[in-house]
């Protein structure tokens, strides 16, 4: 992933990665990133983009007036031209027609792209999106007129405006993040503490002290339980809100509770179930998520004593990552949202 440089704006980071990849590379490398594919909503969001690539950045070795991730990086025109673009220059952005043609949509929201949209190019030759060949369905930001050649006059765009371009085109994308990044070295996947993992055997996690707390991070909206005392403080106040505890541990508790930590969304998830704890660990699908051990014990939900604590679980569409409650009146609302889909009761505390 080398990022050239990175930005804020209205509250999202944004980064240019100036590797070569097809769009589906690139897309995996903004995940892999904690990102994605930049989704441009708005008229504004395209004229800050603009602004970031309106200069290509070359010669950083020389400009000390700002602490670029990576000196030795360069960002040319001619090292991101896509062929079937009339051999302009683009870089991906996230979105794509391709599994239902002329229905464009962005890629990590599933959100419509209007084709009415006046970023979509149009010139004196035509207008995008064309779906040249029959085999344009990825989205190009265009970087200068196209064809190429015909500055001042647009054939089909001009920079700033989309074109429909093919997957295969080896080009530099822009990874938009749902938090704001260091400028100066990007996302902070570091900000919070994990015990040394091991892969195949559990360990415990944090020494118990028999209170779980549920801490939130103010940058993502993420949750994470703990029962760490050494994690709580690392990383309260660093990102992360304690919101205090959240139930107890059961003295008698039967069930092992696993933490796994989602490097994708960087976000935790939390299983009582061997059977989803061993499909997470041995399934190549779920490579990304990297088993952290037991986090404490609890009551399995089908035996567990009158008087103990539901934990229900939510999965939250607008980050793809879950949400644990043990609130009746947070429960009540998260019912009421769109966005969350409960996923019923997980497991008991005390
Ligand atoms: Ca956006
Ligand atoms: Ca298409
Ligand atoms: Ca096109």
């Given amino acids: 992933m080398p990022f050239i440089r990175y930005w804020n704006h209205n509250g999202h980071g944004y980064g240019l990665d100036v590797s070569n990849m097809t769009w589906g590379q690139a897309r995996d490398s903004a995940v892999n990133a904690g990102g994605y594919l930049a989704e441009i909503n708005d008229a504004s969001e395209n004229e800050f983009i ?12 020389e400009d000390f007036s700002f602490n670029y991730p990576d000196r030795s990086l360069s960002f040319l025109y001619s090292n991101t031209v896509a062929p079937d673009g009339g051999g302009a220059a683009y870089v991906w952005i996230g979105g794509t027609d391709a599994g239902n043609e002329g229905n ?19 010139g004196i030759l035509g207008s995008e999106p064309d779906n040249n060949n029959g085999t344009q369905h990825h989205l190009g930001f265009g970087l200068e007129d196209w064809p190429a050649g015909r500055y001042g ?7 700033g405006q989309w074109n429909d371009i093919n ?4 080009l530099h994308s822009i990874v938009e993040f749902d938090f704001l990044v260091d ?3 990007g996302p902070d996947q570091d900000s919070i503490s994990t015990a040394s993992v091991n892969t195949t055997t559990p360990v415990n996690i944090g020494f118990v002290e028999g209170k779980i707390y549920r801490l939130r991070n103010s940058l993502t909206g993420r949750f994470l339980f703990s029962s760490n005392k050494f994690e709580i403080d690392t990383i309260t106040g ?3 809100i304690n919101e205090g505890i959240s139930y107890s541990e059961p003295s008698e508790g039967d069930k092992a509770l696993h933490r796994f930590l989602d490097e994708r969304q960087n976000s935790f998830f939390y299983t009582s179930n061997e059977a989803e704890k061993n499909l997470i ?10 088993y952290e051990g037991i986090a404490f014990n609890v009551f399995d939900s089908l035996t567990a004593p009158s008087g103990s604590i539901p934990v229900v679980r939510y999965f939250d569409l607008s980050t793809n990552s879950h949400l644990y409650s043990t609130s009746e009146l947070e429960q009540s609302i998260l019912d009421q949202s769109s966005v969350y889909i409960n996923e019923g009761v997980a497991w008991h505390g005390a």
Avoid at 153 to 159: A, I, L, N, R
Avoid at 281 to 290: A, E, G, K, T
């Fill in 153 to 159: 006059d647009p054939g089909f765009g001009e920079f």
């Fill in 167 to 170: 997957e295969s085109n080896l």
């Fill in 281 to 290: 660990i041995n399934d190549p699908s779920f490579s990304h998520y990297r």
């Fill in 238 to 240: 660093n990102g992360w």
């Fill in 104 to 122: 464009w949509t962005w890629d990590n929201s599933k959100t419509p792209i209007s084709t009415s949209r006046a970023e979509w190019g149009s």
């Fill in 50 to 61: 603009k602004t970031i690539l309106v200069d290509p950045l070359s010669g950083l070795a």
């Fill in 183 to 185: 400028e100066s070295s």
